[in-house]
């Protein structure tokens, strides 16, 4: 039966720390204080801190978004999620990490403002529509375990460090501001643009002429609108 080895263990690490510290790591500076951070330290992994306007963590030509559970929720339900996506989408080899599913759960229809399947339905769009990779990890730990494991693959062409910030055009501003009233998502939002061309109309317009829209959420629309 042949060995097998754990990359882990002090044997291994020591045959390996010298190939490790060759391999580039880049991490963001708001990565610098978190436990991933100080667990790739601790894994004998050299780090370079820079300011990435995109991603938090690059070895080789991937490109990693690190989210806590919360912080993945949280991004689904304002919307950011999708903003990111795009931007990450400009490495070639672009991956979200959603760690701590044995510290929190993901799928909880207690979670305010998103249900569990709506959870399953973005992950599903992460994958089939934006064709970005993620994978689910235990903690920090087990985050930095799949980095570390990442850093030892032989390294690949470099490409730009320096990826924008995507700036959204004037319509997907419009569609933005619109998707941040309840219960308007981005069909919705679209529809209004559409039939009434500009944000100003929409506001300026009757209760009738939204609830051909909105229906009932046309109440609540103006609500917020008058309300001081």
Request: glycine share 4%; charged share 30%; hydrophobic share 40%.
């Amino acid at each position: 039966m042949k060995e097998i080895f754990n990359i882990f263990s002090k044997t291994e690490k020591r045959i390996s720390l010298r190939k490790i510290q060759k391999l580039k790591i880049i991490a963001d500076y708001r990565e610098k204080n978190s436990l991933v951070f100080s667990e790739l330290i601790r894994f004998g992994c050299k780090i370079e801190v820079k300011t990435l306007a995109v991603a938090d963590f690059i070895i080789n030509n991937v490109a990693i978004e690190r989210k806590t559970i919360s912080d993945f929720i949280s991004s689904v339900i304002n919307k950011r999620i999708f903003r990111q996506l795009e931007e990450i989408k400009q490495y070639p080899n672009p991956l979200i990490i959603v760690e701590g599913i044995d510290e929190q759960e993901l799928y909880d229809d207690r979670n305010e403002g998103v249900s569990a399947n709506a959870i399953r339905g973005m992950i599903l769009s992460i994958i089939l529509k934006y064709k970005v990779p993620i994978i689910f990890t235990k903690d920090a730990k087990d985050t930095a375990s799949f980095i570390y494991i990442l850093a030892k693959k032989p390294q690949k062409k470099e490409f730009s460090l320096n990826p924008k910030k995507r700036t959204k055009n004037v319509e997907e501003q419009k569609q933005y501001i619109l998707e941040g009233f309840p219960g308007i998502g981005p069909a919705t939002a679209k529809k209004l643009l559409q039939k009434f061309k500009t944000i100003k109309n929409i506001i300026n317009a009757s209760q009738e002429e939204l609830k051909k829209t909105l229906g009932k959420k046309a109440e609540i629309f103006e609500k917020i609108i008058d309300g001081e």
